[in-house]
């Protein structure tokens, strides 16, 4: 249970940002929503990290390893889910948290490695971890939008932690 109130789901459909919110709101966005102007702000962000170039399976793979990573148990929980539909895996946070040794495509390492070392220690990420993801086919454009989905899911990590979720 979080530790602040969320917004009611009734009260919900009064913000201003009505049209671009889902119905019925999750809990994490009924907990943003707590101040208006921040959700307001945020909501472009959200729809934006779903409407990149990276497909959805392994975005959800980079939202829940991320996820893993930085301990939010809510995050990993609904995110592991949407994995889960979108693979043919059986224990995906098994399969993520030993991605080095498993059947993974070299395009998915690549992509995770980068992600372990932007969220383990920013300062350390190097031109090689790029360049390896240049040899998977990665351009600017994918290179930018994936740096942004990781950074993102660190960003809501942190705010689902602390309101207690």
């Known amino acids: 249970m979080p530790w602040i109130k969320p917004v009611k789901q009734k009260d919900m459909k009064e913000l ?13 966005d009924r907990l943003l929503a707590n101040n208006e102007k921040l959700y307001e702000a945020f909501l472009p962000l959200q729809k934006a990290m779903k409407e990149t170039d990276i497909p959805d399976d ?4 980079v939202i829940t390893f991320v996820s893993m990573k930085n301990g939010c148990k809510y995050c990993t929980a609904s995110h592991s889910k949407l ?16 991605y080095k040794e498993s059947d993974m495509s070299e395009e998915w390492k690549a992509v995770l490695t980068y992600a ?31 740096n942004q989905i990781v950074a993102y899911t660190s960003y809501t990590n942190q705010l689902s932690m602390g309101v207690g979720l």
């Open 58 to 61: 392994l975005r959800e793979a």
């Open 116 to 146: 372990e070392r932007l969220i383990a220690k920013p300062v350390e990420v190097t031109k090689e971890d790029v360049e390896r993801l240049k040899k998977q086919g990665y351009d600017e454009e994918k290179i930018a939008a994936l």
């Open 16 to 28: 201003n940002v009505q049209n671009t919110i889902p119905n019925p709101a999750p809990l994490f």
């Open 83 to 98: 994995l889960e539909e979108l693979v043919d895996q059986e224990d995906v946070l098994n399969w993520l948290s030993h």
